[in-house]
């Protein structure tokens, strides 16, 4: 497990297995965010598994598959919403870049492009390419 702190309620990390919740609980976090669609992995990975093992370790568990295609307003508003209501949160897809690119966006609103680009390359994702677009929804 490659968990990768981007502020201290949000941190993203590769597919998690059932066997990283111990650690994940240990570590303190509250909610477990899914941002991997089903069809991309087996079974055992999948989010109803995911989940069963979340909630035994008494944690929260979120699904919001994100697909960059398909990355609206709606999924990007739900990985805000359970940062704020339910942090500290680790999320996950497959590398965590999903996982951080749609936390930029639901936070683009009223953070600088700089403070959300310093936080991805924090966490090793270099995503210079997405100024563009967290400038156009910065509203300061």
């Known amino acids: 497990m490659d968990i990768r702190p981007l502020t201290p309620a949000y941190a993203v990390s590769p597919q ?3 066997t990283d919740l111990p ?6 976090y509250k909610t477990v965010l899914c941002n991997r669609p089903d ?3 087996p079974l055992d990975c999948q989010a109803t598994a995911i989940r069963a093992a979340t909630e035994q370790h008494g944690l929260i568990f979120v ?3 994100v697909i960059h ?7 990007i508003a739900l990985q805000r919403q359970t940062v704020e209501e339910n942090g ?10 999903r996982s951080t690119v749609v936390w ?4 683009a609103t009223d953070t600088s492009a700089e403070d959300l680009l310093a936080a991805a390359t924090r ?4 995503l210079d390419h997405l100024r563009p677009h967290l400038d156009a929804r910065y509203q300061g």
Request: proline content about 5%; aromatic content about 8%; some cysteine.
């Open 63 to 65: 699904e919001n598959p």
């Open 69 to 75: 295609s398909a990355m609206t307003e709606e999924i």
């Open 39 to 41: 069809h991309e992995i």
């Open 123 to 126: 966490g090793g994702y270099q």
């Open 23 to 28: 650690a994940i609980s240990a570590a303190g």
């Open 16 to 18: 998690i297995a059932v």
């Open 88 to 97: 500290p949160v680790l999320a996950y897809c497959a590398s965590g870049t």
């Open 104 to 107: 930029m966006l639901g936070y």
